[in-house]
């Protein structure tokens, strides 16, 4: 099975400031046939479903902020908020759908400083 | 636009069976390049991935360890949804519990709290 890992756990940021959150899987993710890392990022608030953010590493979903990008390859993997905002206060999760059992990483508290 | 919409009881006494449901609009659980998953959130597991269905010329299940043996995800074309069903359940199967869509997740059903409790 792959194992997610994501650091730090909890992290506090000044508004408008650059929040970096990283996530290590313990196999190689990258997927030959799509030429992409099979890589995932939401967002999740308190009461609500996890929202994705970022698939395939980089991609950014549909209506997403541009503030966010995600970047990375094979076992090293990051979420970057470019300009921290009062509603980006969440738990990030990231998740490889690269085999089965899909895993997630342990989420990281995103606060205001 | 891709909604999904659970349904099913929060309270399920241990040892019965937990049966939860989710309808699909704006998608059709038959697609073939689309996936359908249950997944799992508690404070002592975190986001734990279930298992899925999927359509490609004939239906697919895949499931995670930690629940094959009692997990079972069907398909309900004539409904377009899609079903849990987990038997044997104990407290450690109190839960919030979500559908969610494709392979990176890209649409998540409202959730459900589900307490395992007499």
């Known amino acids: 099975d792959i194992v997610m890992t994501q650091s730090p756990d909890s992290l506090a940021v000044s508004l408008g400031e650059r929040a970096t959150i990283n996530c290590k899987s313990s196999h190689s993710i990258f997927s030959t046939y799509h030429n992409k890392d099979d890589l995932a990022w939401s967002q999740q608030k308190p009461g609500q479903p996890p929202k994705l953010l970022i698939y395939?590493?980089?991609t950014r979903q549909s209506g997403v902020p541009d503030r966010f990008s995600g970047s990375g390859s094979g076992t090293d993997f990051t979420l970057t908020i470019s300009s921290l905002q009062a509603e980006d206060v969440a738990v990030y999760y990231c998740h490889q759908y690269h085999t089965t059992p899909i895993s997630f990483g342990q989420g990281t508290r995103l606060d205001i400083k | 636009q891709v909604q999904l919409l659970q349904s099913g009881p929060g309270l399920v006494k241990p040892s019965q069976t937990l049966s939860l449901t989710c309808a699909i609009s704006g998608d059709s659980v038959s697609s073939d390049i689309a996936a359908w998953n249950w997944i799992r959130q508690s404070p002592s597991r975190g986001l734990e991935w279930l298992g899925r269905t999927y359509y490609r010329s004939k239906w697919y299940n895949d499931s995670a360890v930690s629940v094959r043996g009692r997990i079972t995800i069907n398909p309900d074309t004539s409904k377009n949804q899609f079903s849990l069903q987990l038997d044997s359940v104990t407290p450690d199967d109190t839960a919030v519990y979500y559908c969610?869509?494709?392979?990176?997740?890209?649409?998540w059903g409202q959730g459900t709290v589900v307490t395992v409790s007499s």
């Open positions: 395939w590493a980089s």
């Open positions: 969610a869509s494709g392979w990176a997740f890209g649409v």
